[in-house]
């Protein structure tokens, strides 16, 4: 099983980006994906989570109204839509999902927003 980040990058203050995790060897059609970062000196945070049926969504309020997740199962893709960018989200920002009790975890892109 694997999970596997691209997409992030150097951005100016209010830029965007979109970060994109595919999931491969996973197997079930009912699954929560999540997005994690973690900055420097900081423990690893939860930004956005999506389930693969429902749709449901959640946030965490730092990015509420900035930040869209959503999924595109036929690729078996979660992307992170991340607009009005600000200095604080800069971090390495990690794909997650938990499997048959076990969390997987992408390798990790660095989102950079500076001037």
């Known amino acids: 099983v694997q999970l596997v980040e691209s997409g992030g990058g150097l951005v100016q203050p209010g830029g965007s980006l979109r970060l994109s995790c595919a999931a491969s060897?996973?197997?079930?059609?009912?699954?929560?994906m999540s997005w994690f970062r973690q900055a420097p000196g900081k423990e690893r945070e939860l930004v956005a989570s999506i389930n693969s049926v429902s749709g449901w969504t959640n946030y965490q309020d730092s990015v509420k109204g900035r930040f869209t997740i959503s999924r595109d199962n036929t690729k078996n893709t979660v992307y992170l839509q991340m607009n009005s960018l600000k200095p604080e989200d800069t971090a390495v920002y990690y794909c997650?999902?938990?499997?048959?009790?076990?969390?997987?975890w992408g390798q990790g892109t660095q989102v950079t927003v500076s001037s």
């Open positions: 060897g996973f197997t079930g059609n009912t699954w929560i």
């Open positions: 997650h999902r938990l499997f048959r009790g076990t969390n997987y």
